[in-house]
């Protein structure tokens, strides 16, 4: 997945590589997916991957909607209760020494994929309407331009 790091959701610390961490993929607030063992830096853990497809977790985790993207909480952190919004980047990308404990165990849970909310389409909408108010800019400005030769 490339190389994504996180402040804990609860202590606010970085995630270090190795660390114990609970993972939780989010959108609009909601867990789609969960796993929990050592942080690999990756955006995952050791031997498990994400089982939505990885461009919609991209979308999700690049959209600038707090409540979408990747939850991440160090396991010896987690009170249980499950997370909302997604947790902050580590601008560190996670470098130094850990200071959480390693889990003991390496689980992963899929309980739905992606599909797009009415945000999501409402948007999708914006933009093909912005897409093709551009198009017939450029296409009247193309026809000025080709007025303006024949003119000379």
Known sequence: MGCFSYHCKECGEAIREKEGVKLYLLHEGKVLEEMEGNYTLYGEVEGKEWKNDIDKIFDLHFNNFRN???????????????????????EEQGDGKAKHAKSKKSTHTYYKPIIKSKRDIERDKGLEDLGDRMSKTIAEAEKFLEELKKKK
Not at 68 to 90: K, N, Y
């Open 68 to 90: 979408d993207g990747i939850a991440a909480i160090h396991s010896d952190c987690f009170d249980g209760t499950l997370p909302t919004t997604s947790s902050e980047d580590d």
